[in-house]
């Protein structure tokens, strides 16, 4: 997936910009606060619906204006152009998928994907669950056609579970239906996130070899968010209704789903170090786009946000170089071209931002 040609507006302190990027890396270089990231931010919108930063209606809308604004066109595998607008005001959104109006923001993100490794990417492994659960479904929505469908039937039904529990509701003809139709589509859910976390556990252990051999092969678990091996969901659900109708929610069920990574050589209870935890993540992310990638046929767009202050000099070029062997679109930013090393052969188009502007550099 390459980007041919993108227009942002009023996204943070970028009030316009245009980029014609290169098919292979573009770097992003700029002061602190010139507005590097916020680009970074526009396209991680598109395929995710919001910012890695937060949601658009926290603060990603450039202040005094109504809404932000991106275009984006690329050229698909069969050589078709796409494109993609969104308009967002926070609340209200616009979009238009190859010039036609878009009812769903996740129909929107699905049509482009891209993936991010940015500062704050090290909670994908040290962090809550929520993160974990949104990457696996991240991952979902964009391999998995008849996912999105389930995930509502079952977010749905879990959100009405819980209202009748909030409401100290017993065992009523209503709390049933909704803990059949949570379980059914729960169950559904859960399947399709163990299927996915077993796709990818080979491209994390290949990632982890390339990247961080040093802790021996990687391993990654799912966790359903209940007791799988033992109990349906449906029984789960009716076996711990008392507990939740006493603590007002759902206690147990697919909301707590998880995956974890381990390390042959990392004994119980030792830590990684901050910077291993980076690369643990990044062995993620790399692993989900090589996996989209082999069910796609192409790489996700790849967004590394500030490379240089997150990696060692040694990892930036291992990673540089391994995403120019693959072929991704890259965009990197940094307050420096000179802390990156390009491979030799690859293609580097240069844009430096300054007070929200951006120039080819
Ligand atoms: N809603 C907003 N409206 C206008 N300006 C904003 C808004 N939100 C943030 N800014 C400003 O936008 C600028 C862009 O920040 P951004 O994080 O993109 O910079 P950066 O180049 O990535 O910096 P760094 O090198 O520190 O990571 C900052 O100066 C910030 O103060
Ligand atoms: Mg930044």
């Not at 292979?24 to 991680?44: R, V």
């Not at 809308?61 to 050229?75: F, T």
């Not at 490794?117 to 993160?131: K, M, N, T, V, Y």
Request: net charge neutral.
């Amino acid at each position: 997936m390459h980007l041919t040609y993108f227009t942002l507006a009023n996204i943070r302190s970028v009030a316009q910009a245009t980029i014609e990027p290169s098919a292979q890396f573009n770097l992003i270089t700029g002061d602190n606060g010139a507005g590097k990231t916020s680009i970074l931010e526009a396209l991680h919108l598109l395929s995710n619906g919001k910012s890695f930063r937060g949601r658009v209606g926290e603060g990603l809308i450039q202040v005094g204006r109504p809404h932000l604004e991106i275009y984006a066109r690329w050229a698909s595998r069969s050589g078709l152009n796409r494109q993609l607008g969104l308009r967002h005001a926070g609340s209200e959104w616009e979009g238009r998928i190859d010039g036609q109006n878009c009812a769903l923001l996740s129909d929107l993100c699905t049509a482009l994907a891209a993936v991010t490794f940015e500062p704050g990417s090290h909670a994908l492994i040290d962090g809550r669950s929520d993160q974990r659960r949104r990457m696996m479904d991240w991952g979902l929505f964009h391999v998995e056609p008849a996912f999105i469908q389930l995930w509502r039937r079952w977010s749905r039904a879990h959100k009405q579970r819980n209202a009748l529990l909030k409401q100290r509701t017993h065992a009523t003809a209503q709390m049933e239906a909704w803990e059949a139709e949570l379980a059914q589509s729960g169950e559904a859910v859960t399947r399709l996130r163990a299927d996915y976390i077993d796709a990818l556990a080979p491209y994390v252990s290949q990632w982890a070899d390339r990247l961080l051999p040093e802790l021996g092969e990687a391993v990654l678990r799912f966790a359903p968010g209940w007791k799988r091996q033992s109990v349906s969901l449906e029984d789960a659900l009716l076996v711990q209704r008392a507990r939740d109708l006493a603590a007002g929610f759902t206690t147990a069920g697919p909301h707590r789903a998880d995956w974890v990574v381990e390390f042959a050589q990392r004994s119980q209870g030792e830590r990684l170090s901050r910077g291993q935890t980076k690369l643990a993540a990044l062995i993620v992310i790399l692993a989900q786009a090589e996996y989209y990638a082999h069910q796609n046929g192409e790489w996700p767009v790849v967004l590394l946000d500030d490379l240089a202050s997150e990696l060692d000099i040694a990892h930036r070029a291992a990673v540089l170089s391994a995403l120019a062997e693959v072929g991704a679109q890259v965009f990197v930013t940094g307050t420096t071209a000179e802390d990156l090393s390009f491979p030799a052969a690859a293609q580097v188009r240069v844009f430096h931002v300054e007070h929200g502007v951006i120039e080819r550099g």
